[in-house]
């Protein structure tokens, strides 16, 4: 028990030593991010754009985990899964990584900081961004032996800060808003990060409460892409929130047949309902999405294949495979479909915008669902067409 107190009184000390700037490492005083709070009319399309902004939505099974690289080679990392065969350490090796300039830990549960201590040791550390609320776990105490040892440069995560990020970007917390609340999921740092004329939201594990917050301080949460709260929980999107964000895609981060039955049908039917598609890691794998500042494209590594439906090129050879690519163009916003399209092998009906459509020779083309009802074809649960 002492242990744990020693522990957290070395993160408030590290966490005031870093608010009034007194930690050596504390380069946050250039800050030439304009917050973006209450903004309603977001696109910046004044900025300039140069290069690719790179998200990587980890598969790191029932937990969360996002990194995300800037054109200049710059990252962050938002959250650190659960420990499954060091998935966050592996994809942050992969990409090259060897300094992160910022990590978040949305909250201290530990499907989003088990790994969290290997990063922190591993890796030269920026600004390490987490709330300001405790928690009685080893991984927790861990994490801040780490901080406390390497002397990493903590600041407190909560609504109204900005996080620096390459020029060009925006990078906005908006929760949490406030200072206590019962389910350590609230305490969520929540994240909208804006390129040009696209943008993201990051929600960790907030909830309604923290969303309805969110909705009455009145922040720009507006996004193409959602990752959804909670892993998709019914006690995280609410209508409201949802309308709000209004995203063309959503991100559900979770692990198969979870215990926790997320996602939960409710939150999937109201995508649905939207014509969001959604994206699940147990279904593709990790998902990363790409952004010129104009145009976001999608790729998973599980997708069957599907063309891009891309008006704009996009030249850089990380983008080279446009296979299992999809793409939205902000100004060629897809319409309602009118022909689905169904796998002759497997039965599934898709969308024609799926990111799982079969290969040509195995697709068959109906003009109503029911004609492939009928034929005994089922939906796609990624589409749900
Ligand atoms: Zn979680
Ligand atoms: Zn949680």
């Known amino acids: 028990m002492n242990k744990i107190k020693n522990s957290f009184i070395l993160f408030i000390t590290a966490l005031v030593l870093c608010l009034t700037g007194c930690l050596p490492n504390d380069s946050d005083s250039d800050i030439s991010v304009v917050s973006n709070v209450g903004d309603k009319n977001s696109n910046s399309s004044d900025i300039k754009n140069t290069g690719l902004l790179n998200i990587y939505y980890v598969n790191v099974g029932q937990a969360d985990s996002i990194i995300i690289q800037f054109p200049d080679k710059s990252s962050m990392l938002i959250d650190a899964g659960e420990t499954i065969n060091n998935a966050v350490i592996n994809k942050i090796d992969e990409l090259g990584i060897t300094k992160l300039d910022t990590v978040v830990a949305t909250h201290p549960h530990n499907d989003h900081i088990s790994e969290m201590p290997s990063v922190l040791k591993k890796y030269e550390i920026g600004n390490f961004y987490l709330p300001k609320v405790s928690h009685t776990s080893n991984v927790f105490e861990t994490m801040i032996d780490i901080v406390s040892e390497k002397s990493i440069n903590v600041k407190e995560a909560k609504a109204g800060e900005t996080i620096t990020v390459p020029e060009g970007f925006k990078c906005d917390i908006i929760a949490p808003c406030g200072n206590n609340y019962s389910s350590l999921n609230d305490w969520s740092a929540v994240i909208r990060l804006v390129y040009g004329n696209t943008s993201f939201l990051f929600t960790g594990d907030a909830e309604e409460l923290s969303e309805r917050e969110i909705l009455e301080k009145g922040y720009n949460v507006s996004a193409d892409i959602l990752k959804l709260g909670h892993h998709g929980s019914s006690t995280s999107t609410c209508n409201d929130f949802l309308d709000a964000v209004n995203p063309k895609y959503a991100i559900v981060s979770a692990g198969k047949d979870n215990s926790y039955g997320h996602p939960h049908k409710e939150t999937i039917s109201k995508l649905n309902e939207k014509n969001i598609q959604t994206f699940i890691t147990y279904d593709c794998g990790t998902v990363t999405a790409t952004s010129d500042g104009n145009n976001i494209y999608i790729k998973t590594e599980s997708g069957e294949a599907t063309e891009s439906v891309g008006k704009n090129e996009i030249s850089n050879n990380t983008l080279n495979d446009t296979n299992n690519t999809s793409d939205i163009n902000k100004n060629n916003k897809a319409e309602e479909k009118t022909n689905y399209i169904g796998?002759?092998?497997?039965?599934?009906?898709?969308?024609?915008?799926?990111?799982?459509?079969?290969?040509?020779?195995?697709?068959?083309?109906f003009d109503t669902k029911e004609k492939a009802y009928e034929q005994g074809y089922s939906n796609c649960l990624n589409c749900n067409p």
Do not use: A, D, G, T
Not at 343 to 365: A, D, G, Q, Y
């Open 343 to 365: 796998n002759v092998k497997s039965k599934k009906l898709h969308r024609e915008n799926c990111i799982s459509l079969p290969e040509e020779k195995n697709r068959i083309v």
